[in-house]
């Protein structure tokens, strides 16, 4: 359907105009998104809601001026916070908080709102968490680590605290998809898939149904076989790497693709391996001067038991 206007927009026929609250990139053909002009509306910033707020409490024709209202700066943060850069849902906090204060005496017409003024109003608890600050480490690393741990009601508990508080919930589904490489691995291959699809739900459903794919994942990675077999292995090749710097292809791995390359060796004696008994055959992969060398040791756990297995009766006959 795209690709049918995709001339008439080209030729000024069509003024296309739309608005999306989704990554225009996934759902408009590169083609077409070439020829527009893509402007991105950002959340607003924990300054600008401060602003906002600001002026709908001090404002006595738009806002809530007439009412000499107080906003106590423990309220105000948190209102800051749940708000989540979304100017609306500041505002309507705000004017049910109003509603709910009440003022001090007759004397003092001014009506304070509190934390606990605020709470009331937005039915549910202020949490101690700070997106950009040390209790959202602390938290992500007692996330992780619960998992680490095999503890599926710990993980539980700091998701649900972090998604309470107000956390991006695809920041809690891509540190489960890093965990699924780093702690299983191997141990349980499907973890990853598992945490991919427990992100892409979330996308699909969104708040509040998509936390339960996230909550799934949470506990089927705790739950889980570990292994960091996978993630020492890649620190060992990287270190490598940096020190032997760029090595030589081996003759006999290399692809001879023309004549010349065929005369100097390139691809002389490589065994192909589907020619052999299970489909090994002992032959050297690594540059020569790492000949021998071994960075992945699987774990005794799990599905990389059978893998270490397999492994060690293939370097045996190596």
């Known amino acids: 359907q795209q690709d049918a206007f995709l001339h008439h927009v080209e030729s000024g026929l069509v003024t296309l105009i739309g608005a999306t609250t989704e990554n225009p990139s996934f759902e ?14 950002n959340t607003l ?13 001090k404002d006595r024709e738009r806002g809530l001026g ?5 906003l106590e700066p423990d309220a105000l943060l948190h209102l800051i916070r749940i708000s989540d850069g979304d100017g609306r849902a500041a505002l309507n906090a705000l004017e049910i908080a109003a509603a709910l204060a009440a003022p001090e005496d007759d004397e003092k017409k001014s009506r304070h709102i509190t934390l606990e003024i605020l709470e009331k109003s937005l039915q549910n608890k202020a949490l101690r968490y700070d997106k950009n600050g040390e209790e959202h480490y602390n938290i992500i690393s007692a996330f992780h680590k ?6 599926p009601d710990a ?13 991006d919930p695809l920041y809690a589904a891509r540190r489960m998809v890093r965990f699924a490489s780093e702690d299983v691995g191997n141990a349980d291959p499907h973890a990853l898939q598992l945490a991919l699809n427990a992100m892409e739900a979330f996308r699909f459903l969104g708040k509040p149904e998509g936390e339960l794919a996230l909550a799934q994942a949470a506990v089927y990675l705790a739950a889980a076989p570990k292994s960091n077999s996978i ?6 090749v990287k270190a490598v790497i940096q020190d032997s710097g760029s090595l030589p292809v081996p003759l006999h791995l290399r692809n001879a693709v023309t004549g010349l390359m065929k005369k100097l060796g390139y691809g002389k004696d490589y065994k192909y391996a589907h020619d052999y008994e299970e489909a090994y055959t002992p032959q050297s992969y690594l540059p020569e001067a790492l000949e021998g060398q071994q960075y992945y040791f699987p774990a005794d ?3 990389e038991k059978a893998v270490k297995e397999r492994l060690d009766r293939w370097r045996n006959l190596k």
């Open 231 to 236: 993630y020492s292995a890649y620190g060992k």
């Open 45 to 57: 910033s924990d300054e600008d809601i401060a602003a906002l707020i600001d002026q709908a409490v």
């Open 66 to 70: 007439n009412t000499e209202l107080v």
């Open 155 to 167: 993980a539980l508990y700091w998701l649900a605290r972090m998604l309470a508080a107000g956390e």
């Open 146 to 151: 619960s998992m680490r741990g095999s503890d």
């Open 301 to 303: 756990r799990g599905d």
């Open 28 to 41: 408009v053909i590169a083609p077409l998104l070439s020829r527009c002009r893509v402007i991105v509306l």
